[in-house]
């Protein structure tokens, strides 16, 4: 990947992570440095895309031009399509890339009125909610952890963070005197969620744990 690429991707991170801006400290809240790392992956994985599929040349003073190009969008995503078909790439990365990049685009300020629609018509790239289910396997391990005397403290308050992060999101939606929006109310849901799991399975009293918001 050239540098200035890079650079330009960083940049566009930058500004797709930015959730809220402070008026008083005048300074931006950010998504986490985990969400940031997607980001910039994503961005990565779809201009190493377009110079592999030849749409691209990496010689070319900014990678923006060929973001803002709804053809040479679609021919990266079809190469990351090829290359999951290949068994290159896995399928939930695939996915994650196509997924995502309509919103860190736009936020961006780039918005290609087809790609949603682009994306939505590769069933591959549809999110099959069976496939996010735990193995059986998989829960009778964190269950054997959780009864581990050395362990049940750490599960026991597993729940906090993820009560913390939800709380964070409607107290700022309060604040800002506005409704949460589609993608927030759904994040505080998968929070609630993961949080009441974590309550039931080490005993603790599930409604005392996760807010009322949480479990609308």
Not at 86 to 99: F, N, P, R, V
Not at 125 to 153: D, Q, V, Y
Request: aromatic share 6%.
């Amino acid at each position: 990947m050239p540098e200035h690429f890079c650079l330009e991707i960083d940049d566009m991170v930058e500004m797709s992570s930015r959730v809220h801006y402070v008026r008083i400290k005048k300074y931006w809240e950010c998504y986490s440095e985990g969400t940031q790392a997607v980001h910039r992956n994503i961005l990565r994985r779809i201009v190493s895309a377009m110079i592999k599929s030849g749409v691209l040349d990496p010689t070319a003073n900014s990678c923006l031009s060929a973001l803002q190009d709804e053809n040479t969008v679609a021919a990266a995503l079809d190469f990351v399509h090829n290359r999951a078909c290949l068994g290159d790439l896995a399928w939930s990365t695939a996915k994650i890339t196509a997924t995502h990049l309509p919103c860190i685009l736009e936020r961006n300020g780039i918005h290609l009125p087809n790609l949603r629609a682009m994306i939505a018509e590769v069933k591959e790239f549809r999110h099959n909610a069976t496939e996010g289910e735990m193995p059986e396997e998989a829960k009778e391990f964190c269950r054997a952890l959780i009864e581990r005397p050395t362990m049940l403290a750490d599960f026991g308050t597993a729940h906090l963070a993820l009560r913390t992060e939800a709380d964070s999101i409607i107290c700022r939606a309060r604040a800002e005197k506005r409704r949460m929006t589609a993608l927030e109310k759904a994040h505080v849901r998968q929070l609630g969620t993961v949080a009441l799991f974590c309550a039931i399975e080490t005993g603790w009293t599930c409604h005392a744990l996760v807010p009322p918001q949480v479990l609308v």
